[in-house]
């Protein structure tokens, strides 16, 4: 069954959307459903859906950081045009420009010339530095310190969602926080997933729901995380780095953010 059916699309967006083309669909996230529409004078959106409370609200904050981003920010980032919370139905649906190209996962899993991939490795580093480098955004620094809020929202999550993360590393990563850093704006699910490519050059960053004044170093660990295709050896690790800037983790806060934080979330 498709994620999204034309019909379910309520009337006030398609009342902004126009007549509709296609509807196709990328590789699905875990929290979302996502559909790119083509209208018949030739624009194109993506359109994301969530359902229940959780993924409602993440769907709200990555609106939210969108926005500021768009207005404050020239990272290559998706405009949303349209937000809509259909209390009723317990979803949310926002629509935002589509952003020519594929995933980062898909190019590298079609690239073969080993220099050009070298470079899409590189330029996953280099994006990251220009994100953690550009001034956070002030309505984003707000309440907590982002790894205490990280640490009660896992908690949370612990008690009452289905998280991998046990009670004993929970307890570990509250007992033994890593060396404090400075704080920069941080994506919050910097994945392959999340980059898209576009003629052999990064096009756009999206899934912000994470996006937050936070520490840098939890988004270059999820970056580097061993997957198919990628950062299988320490070539990638170095080469991304080297984009990047500078090694910013030591591999001790590589485990506490991947084995441990990232558990419960
Ligand atoms: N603005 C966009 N432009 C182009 N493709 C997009 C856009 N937003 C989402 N996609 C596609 O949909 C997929 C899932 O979207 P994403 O926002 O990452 O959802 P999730 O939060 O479920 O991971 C992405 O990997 C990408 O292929
Ligand atoms: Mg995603």
Redesign the pocket.
């Known amino acids: 069954m498709s994620p999204i059916t034309l019909n379910e699309i309520p009337d006030e967006l398609k009342e902004f959307i126009g007549d509709i083309k296609s509807l196709t669909f ?7 459903d ?1 559909g ?1 529409l083509e209208t018949t004078s030739g624009a194109f959106y ?1 359109l ?1 859906r969530t359902k229940e409370t959780l993924y409602n609200t ?1 769907l709200e904050k ?1 609106v939210d950081v969108l926005h500021t981003l768009c207005t404050e920010t020239k990272l290559p980032v ?1 405009q949303v045009r349209k937000f809509l919370a259909e209390s009723s139905k317990n979803q949310s649906w926002a629509l ?8 980062l996962r898909t190019a590298l899993f079609n690239e073969t010339n080993l220099e050009k991939r070298r470079e899409l490795i590189y330029n996953f580093g280099q994006i990251l530095g220009e994100i953690h480098s550009t001034p956070c955004p002030g309505s984003l620094k707000h309440g907590e310190p982002w790894l205490d809020n990280m640490l009660l929202k896992a908690e949370y999550n612990f008690k009452c969602h289905n998280v991998d993360g046990t009670r004993d590393i929970l307890d570990s990563i509250k007992a033994n926080k890593p060396d404090k850093f400075k704080q920069t704006l941080i994506h919050g ?1 910097y994945t392959i ?2 980059v ?1 490519v576009h003629n052999g050059v990064i096009s ?1 960053v ?2 912000w ?1 994470g996006g937050a004044y936070g520490d840098p170093r939890y988004d270059t660990a999820l970056a580097v995380r061993p997957k198919p295709y990628a950062f299988q050896n320490e070539e990638d690790n170095t080469l991304f780095f080297k984009g990047y800037g500078s090694r910013i983790i030591t591999n001790s806060d590589y485990d506490y953010f991947v084995n441990g934080l990232y558990e419960f979330f």
Do not use: C, Y
Not at 26 to 32: A, D, H, K, L
Not at 96 to 103: I, K, P
């Open positions: 990328p590789r699905q996230g875990w929290t979302s996502v790119i993506a994301k993440w990555e998706p935002m420009d589509f952003l020519d190209g594929e995933t699910d997933d999340n898209l756009g999206i899934d729901s």
